[in-house]
């Protein structure tokens, strides 16, 4: 007759100090694990044991987003947010708001400073609930990045509260498909290094006292055009430089130009922009007949240029009054003594594009 011997696994009490090595690592580094979890799963892990119960509400970084936003439907699930008494009433309620009452509660459990903010969303009226956040994390005084990605049902999206403007110790600011249009003062982002501005609606007056409003900018991507700033007729583009004198990395769609009173576009700017190392000049076009003009503009300003990237664009757009004709010859005054980098994208081989890499080629090697 064969004989079975049993042996029992010895339990995780024979071995209290190998089953559960992650809970003995520093309390930073555990914040940090957290932090590369989605919201959810982090609060999730409140149920591990009693050490990790309110480990995640210490998180600093915090980042919402709605299309990854999975509402439970485990009415036993211990890790979901809820503040009610009945499960039932949280139940009968949308998705979304389910997704702004999860934002709520959060922030009202967290504990410590809120360094990181990043929030993903669909807006379908005013955007209210969105106010109470900002009102709410301008009240913590310790948030450094902002990241608001906010599609709205109108067309000028999510207007932005004045209270974003109570947010100083900011040192990133990034906002897609918003609406700015207040006409008072800002107070000053004295801490403000990089901003980013996609599709933001707003005056090209509010543009520039926005700007003027970061004097220790270092980085800036607009991707802005005619068709989100309404133009005074009042504004150029030398404006705008104006207001960032400390610029070293700036990516900018073309058709910014168009927004600032073209006709009187200067040949360079008044004062040099000698901090500037980085340039990319996003759908860009030759044919048009401000494009190689405002390109020479930037160039001429950024005598240290190293790294210079050019994103091409169709021209089968472009209006017959837009057209423009030109010469290299005409820019013949033209250094880059200090460029390393060129990159030139969405290259189709034509005539003016040759030509201008055959140009870059020239200026830079004389």
Not at 144 to 152: A, E, F, P, R, S
């Amino acid at each position: 007759m064969r004989r079975y011997t049993y042996h029992k696994c010895k339990s995780q009490q024979e071995y209290p100090n190998k089953m559960d090595r992650i809970s003995k690592l520093p309390l930073g580094i555990i914040e940090t694990i957290l932090c590369f979890l989605p919201i959810q799963e982090a609060a999730r892990t409140s149920i591990l044991s009693r050490e990790w119960r309110y480990l995640w509400t210490k998180i600093p970084n915090l980042v919402f987003i709605e299309k990854n936003f999975q509402v439970s439907t485990d009415r036993t699930d211990g890790a979901e947010l809820s503040l009610y008494n009945k499960p039932s009433k949280r139940r009968k309620m949308s998705k979304k708001s389910k997704f702004i009452d999860a934002i709520y509660q959060v922030l009202l459990i967290h504990e410590g400073p809120i360094h990181e903010f990043t929030l993903d969303m669909q807006v379908d009226d005013s955007g209210v609930e969105i106010d109470h956040i900002l009102l709410h994390l301008s009240k913590k005084k310790t948030l450094k990045m902002l990241n608001l990605d906010i599609i709205g049902d109108g067309y000028e999206g999510y207007v932005l509260p004045i209270s974003l403007f109570s947010l100083h110790q900011l040192t990133e600011l990034y906002l897609n498909d918003c609406a700015l249009f207040h006409e008072r003062p800002f107070t000053e982002f004295s801490c403000l290094t990089t901003l980013y501005l996609n599709g933001l609606s707003t005056y090209d007056t509010t543009l520039l006292r926005l700007l003027s409003s970061c004097p220790v900018l270092k980085r800036l991507m607009l991707y802005c055009d005619g068709g989100t700033i309404s133009d005074s007729r009042r504004t150029t583009i030398v404006d705008l430089f104006k207001c960032v004198p400390m610029i070293e990395f700036l990516s900018v769609r073309f058709f910014i130009v168009t927004c600032f009173v073209p006709e009187r576009l200067s040949k360079v700017l008044p004062t040099a922009l000698v901090d500037l190392k980085y340039l990319c000049m996003d759908h860009f076009c030759f044919s048009h007949k401000y494009g190689l003009p405002f390109l020479a503009l930037l160039i001429r300003s950024f005598p240290n240029l190293e790294k210079f990237k050019l994103v091409m664009y169709e021209d089968y757009w472009l209006d017959e009054d837009e057209m423009g004709a030109y010469t290299l010859e005409d820019y013949s005054d033209i250094m880059l003594e200090n460029l390393n980098e060129f990159h030139i994208l969405n290259y189709r081989d034509a005539e003016d594009e040759l030509d201008f890499v055959k140009f870059i080629g020239q200026v830079t090697c004389t």
